[in-house]
T-cell receptor, first 114, second 114 residues
């Protein structure tokens, strides 16, 4: 069975400093991995996805993530945080043939301090 | 192109009441999903549909029902509302439903059962 662990429930950074949001997954097969962002009182928006092509994936708004199979990790990074990055971030693993196998992590809340 | 829309945005129900959460998508996606989001828990799949007339249970289906009479619409029915159904509900859709496909989310419905 697949599962997702997001190691930090809350991360706080200063504006202009790097962001690191950690995600580890468990999967029996070759999974796809996604990062979604949820701004307050909004729906979820896709940041980026890994689907077994390049292991370094670039997404929107300057975010990127690296798939490391040996570490079963898919950490999300950004070189310089902006105030507008403050939101909830979800790591998602999918290994099945259908979307019912989308498994969400519990989320990491990112705060950006001025 | 509105994407995935949900109504209502907010609703307060009394215990034992019933209601229908509406979801529609205009992307001609075959796959549609209902999730609930509880604090600190990520999203849990309630029901999903792989096409008009075809639905199946997800991880947490008890207390809910769905139907899919058209490609566009996927309403979620709550019968005999209970406080445990207080949550934020998200509808999503995807094109092919496989692990390579991202899901597109609506803005959510915040439901409180008192």
């Amino acid at each position: 069975a697949q599962s997702v662990t997001q190691l930090d429930s809350h991360v706080s950074v200063s504006e202009g400093t790097p962001v690191l949001l950690r995600c580890n997954y468990s999967s029996s097969y070759s999974p796809s991995l996604f990062w979604y962002v949820q701004h307050p009182n909004k729906g979820l928006q896709l940041l980026l996805k890994y689907t077994s092509a390049a292991t370094l994936v670039k997404g929107i708004n300057g975010f990127e993530a690296e798939f490391k199979k040996s570490e079963t990790s898919f950490h999300l990074t950004k070189p310089s945080a902006h105030m507008s990055d403050a939101a909830e971030y979800f790591c998602v693993v999918s290994e099945g043939n259908y979307g019912q196998n989308f498994v969400f992590g519990p989320g990491t809340r990112l705060s950006v301090l001025p | 192109n509105a994407g995935v829309t949900q109504t209502p945005k907010f609703r307060i129900l009394k215990i034992g009441q019933s209601m229908t959460l509406q979801c529609a998508q205009d992307m001609n996606h075959n796959y549609m999903y209902w999730y609930r989001q509880d604090p600190g828990m990520g999203l849990k799949l309630i029901y999903y549909s792989v096409g008009a007339g075809i639905t199946d249970k997800g991880e947490v289906p008890n207390g809910y029902n769905v139907s899919r009479s058209t490609t566009e619409d996927f309403p979620l029915r709550l019968e005999l509302a209970a406080p445990s159904q207080t949550s934020v509900y998200f509808c999503a859709s995807s094109s092919r439903g496989g692990r390579l496909d991202e899901q597109f989310f609506g803005p959510g419905t915040r439901l409180t059962v008192l």
